[in-house]
């Protein structure tokens, strides 16, 4: 199939775009890939201490320094159900990297937290910063050089971002990405939905929340509807990360550790020793982000991919934002209807096709670059395929030519909507992120007053003593990054789903985030710049007229300019969200994160390789004696 004009103009574009970024990025691949196993630079008490307490056989592989060791890098804990199967998975990698003649090391521990723990709490305030800390975990794995190769386990929300932005900083080693896959279905999102509804208007009791609660989250595994997480592991699939079919197969299954066992296989079979090199930092390259774009659009996914795309892309010296993501979602069509965008969850997705019907539908409507490179070679079609167990190994079929429920997931010839559900909106309030694939076209437009609101606290506060049975646009302030490290809103979704339903015209503007769980009503979110960097919104005043249209893309404040322009800054005391629960120890990370368009992240992009040239190369500099200390300079390369 031709390639889509805008899926090409688009890639162009960033392709231009990147450039300076991209061949600085590709330059530090090559300088830190050694010839031969990357322990060979290191020296004898180097390479004593990395194997000190390995068995004989491992360790007589390692000593001889031709066979390839591979990295695990694990989000392992038993409190969060995404993360508790990763427990077995190292001695399921180690025996099965042993029986291709290589070792494998477990590198480290990455943190792990999840946003469904820390929802409303403190600690939710740390999430976003946690993808950062993740990243710099992985760096801190690898930073030994003893590795050839790397497998990431990971699942959920930052986790796999920040794991991907780890492994792209060392972009010279292969890597493959090893899901633990969801848990079992349980009560239906519809009843889940309907049950928190009644419970925010207090018609149910805490015990009956708990008991829905408990039985929609009940076991090993992720969450099934399609927040982060699984949109996470989509991403995993259509980047070519994942093998093929690998992201929604359960926990404790013989086909799961068929699947884990062939990944580390796979990652042995990816290292320069055995002909095959692939790293990762050639995989994620400008072709691959916008299919990660395109695949997130066709699939109603998680819109913290609107910082994390960007963020990952960063860390591969790759410059998106979000014209991109709205140009693309223009005509990216969906095809799928998972929860919150439907009432079906990822186990009923993946009965129905799956992540292979995806990408091969997209494929074949010219929508994604298939002459892409990933962990199986060249071409994404090796990864329309869904995996089956043959014995103890694991085999690849096909997958089906039709769907198996067309009311989960259709062709892109017969999709559910036209566009990928995903808009930027733009004006004076700043430009925001919108989800409109769950919004129905009657509250696509909302104008209404202002009322501004400096914490979710206060906004259920009014709304729990019945001051918002009205029409109005909630402008929830100081939840950017810089502010309280952006937490996500999802309190605020049952209060204002009740409103809506009541036929009560609403909407919210916010700094923050909503994310993957977003859902029917209107919401402009990760408004940037953010108040504490400039941004308008902190010039919102309660009874404002605000005007969110996703039909035109706009989002104004419908305030005379000269009012407008006499206005200072709102302020607020945001000490409370700068101490307790560890937050003091995440300065750093609000002193330098970069806006929300820019990926919210403190990392720069890659910048071009420092060389030691001789002085009177320049022309800067007459005065120094040559053969001198000072005969030498650093030059930045061109």
């Known amino acids: 199939m031709v390639l889509h004009p805008v899926v090409l103009a688009v890639t162009d574009r960033i392709v231009k775009r990147s450039r300076p970024s991209r061949a600085a990025y590709l330059a530090h691949l090559d300088a830190a890939r050694v010839q031969g196993v990357q322990r060979t630079a290191l020296s004898c008490t180097n390479l004593a201490h990395g194997f000190a307490a390995f068995p004989v056989d491992d360790k007589l592989k390692l000593r001889e320094q031709k066979k390839p060791s591979v990295a695990i890098v694990s989000s392992y804990n038993d409190m969060l159900s995404a993360h508790q199967p990763f427990e077995s998975f190292p001695k399921i990698i180690k025996e099965a990297v042993r029986q291709v003649d290589a070792v494998a090391q477990f590198a480290g521990g990455v943190p792990a937290m999840c946003d469904g723990v820390t929802q409303g709490q403190p600690g939710m305030e740390l999430s976003l910063f946690s993808r950062d800390a993740i990243a710099m975990g992985t760096a801190i794995a690898l930073s030994h050089n003893m590795f050839d190769a790397a497998l990431y386990l990971g699942v959920c929300d930052k986790i796999v971002p920040g794991l991907l932005i780890g492994a792209l900083h060392f972009g010279h080693l292969p890597a493959v990405f090893v899901p633990a896959g969801p848990m079992t279905s349980g009560m239906s999102n519809k009843e889940k939905a309907r049950i928190r509804q009644l419970y925010a208007q207090g018609k149910a009791t805490r015990e009956e929340l708990l008991e829905c609660e408990s039985a929609s989250y009940h076991g090993a595994g992720t969450c099934t509807f399609y927040g982060t997480a699984n949109s996470n592991q989509m991403l995993m699939e259509i980047m070519g990360l994942h093998l093929p079919g690998a992201a929604f197969i359960t926990p404790g299954t013989p086909l799961r550790d068929a699947l884990t066992a062939a990944a580390a296989q796979r990652a042995v079979a990816i290292s320069q020793q055995n002909g095959n090199y692939t790293p990762v930092g050639h995989i994620v390259d400008e072709k691959c982000i916008v299919n990660a774009v395109v695949g997130l659009l066709a699939t109603g996914g998680s819109t913290n991919h609107t910082l994390h795309l960007v963020a990952i892309a960063k860390a591969a010296g790759i410059v998106i934002d979000w014209d991109d993501f709205d140009e693309l979602s223009a005509i990216i069509p969906m095809l799928t209807r998972i929860y919150p965008n439907g009432d079906a969850d990822v186990n009923h997705f993946n009965a129905a096709g799956g992540p292979g019907f995806v990408i091969r539908e997209l494929l074949d409507a010219g929508l994604l670059h298939d002459d892409v490179t990933t962990i199986l070679g060249r071409g994404l079609r090796k990864h329309c395929m869904e995996p089956f167990l043959d014995a103890d190994k694991v085999v690849w079929k096909p997958v089906p030519e039709v769907t198996a ?25 700043g430009r925001a992120v919108m989800k409109v694939s769950a919004v129905k076209q009657e509250h696509r437009i909302v104008e209404a007053p202002a009322l501004t609101f400096d914490s979710q606290e206060d906004f259920m506060h009014a709304y729990q003593a019945g001051r918002l049975d009205r029409d109005f646009v909630a402008v929830l302030r ?6 309280n490290g952006m937490p996500e809103l999802h309190a605020l979704t049952p209060a204002l789903s009740n409103l809506q339903d009541a036929g009560r015209r609403v909407a919210l503007v916010t700094d923050g985030r909503m994310s993957g769980a977003s859902g029917k009503v209107p919401a402009a979110i990760h408004v940037s710049p953010e108040i504490l960097a400039g941004g308008p919104l902190g010039l919102v005043r309660d009874g404002d007229i605000i005007r969110l249209d996703a039909s035109a893309g706009t989002l104004n404040a419908l305030v005379p300019l000269e009012v407008w322009q006499a206005r200072s800054q709102a302020t607020a005391d945001l000490s409370s969200s700068h101490i307790g629960m560890g937050r003091e120890l995440f300065s750093m990370f609000r002193n330098n994160i970069s806006e929300a368009e820019k990926g919210a992240t403190t990392f720069p992009l890659p910048s071009p390789i420092p060389t030691i040239v001789p002085l009177h190369e320049s022309s800067d500099v007459n005065d120094i004696v040559p053969g001198s200390d000072e005969d030498f300079l650093i030059k930045t390369s061109k």
């Open 405 to 429: 429920d067309d009311s989960v997931l259709r062709p892109a010839s017969a999709p559910f909507a036209k566009d990928g559900g995903m808009i930027l909106v733009s004006g004076n309030l």
């Open 478 to 483: 100081f939840q950017g990054p810089r502010a």
